[in-house]
């Protein structure tokens, strides 16, 4: 969430949205949270993907589904949205994070 917050505030402001810049800020965002993961995965027990939506807020909505199959023990899904609740932004951003085991338990014979 610090990362998305970085990105979009600056000295407490909120910065608009601009359809121009939003290449840059989604490889930022992402470019950021690989580098924070990668720290997680230094035994390299993970794999880690991430996706980043951002849109600009006009009242429309946004729907989106995730599916995976996988195992439910070791593998995970995070979704974090920016901003969580505030009506008052210009933009949303939404980053989905997957993390899949690399280790495959073997059954007991």
Request: charged share 30%; net charge neutral.
């Amino acid at each position: 969430m610090e990362i998305l917050r970085a990105e979009f505030k600056k000295n407490d402001k909120d910065i608009p949205y601009d359809e121009s810049k939003v290449p840059t800020w989604t490889n930022s965002i992402l470019e950021k949270t690989m580098k924070k993961l990668d720290k997680f995965g230094e035994e390299k027990a993970y794999k880690f993907a991430a996706t980043c939506t951002i849109m600009q807020r006009t009242g429309d909505g946004i729907h989106s589904a995730t599916s995976c199959f996988w195992d439910k023990t070791n593998d995970e899904v995070v979704v974090v949205k920016y901003p969580k609740t505030s009506k008052f932004t210009k933009m949303v951003a939404i980053v989905t994070i997957f993390a899949t085991s690399m280790y495959v338990e073997q059954p007991e014979d």
